[in-house]
Nanobody, 124 residues
Framework: QVQLVESGGGLVQAGGSLRLSCAAS????????MGWFRQAPGKEREFVAA????????NYRDSVKGRFTISRDAFKNTVYLQMNSLKPEDTAVYYC?????????????????WGQGTQVTVSS
């Protein structure tokens, strides 16, 4: 069992930056692929970024490429999402998720564990 706790969300003006953190419990964190997803009101949850178990491979949705960076720290059992040049359309609840396969999937159904989410609001 893995528990995930997100933090770092908040209100920021367009063009600003935020860094989200996802702290994971459990000794098997280093074997899991990790992903970030987001969900805006009235919309389906969508993929944002993912990183494989080793941190050597990453994947991003097209609209965040060049602006967002996913990374992980095995010693701290934490995965990060650095978000730069934020836009109002990035406003959503952001969720961290863990995939036992270790892969960096963009499919929400691939993930076995989810955090509670953290709100990101970007004002224009």
């Amino acid at each position: 069992q893995v528990q995930l706790v997100e933090s770092g969300g908040g209100l920021v003006q367009a063009g600003g930056s935020l860094r989200l953190s996802c702290a994971a419990s459990g000794r098997t964190f280093s074997t899991y692929g990790m992903g970030w997803f987001r969900q805006a009101p009235g919309k389906e949850r969508e993929f944002v970024a993912a990183i494989n178990w080793s941190g050597g491979s990453t994947n991003y949705r097209d609209s965040v490429k060049g602006r967002f960076t996913i990374s992980r720290d095995a010693f701290k059992n934490t995965v990060y999402l650095q978000m730069n040049s934020l836009k109002p359309e990035d406003t959503a609840v952001y969720y961290c998720a863990a995939d036992k396969s270790g892969y960096y999937s963009d499919n929400v159904r691939s993930y076995h564990y989810w955090g509670q989410g953290t709100q990101v609001t970007v004002s224009s």
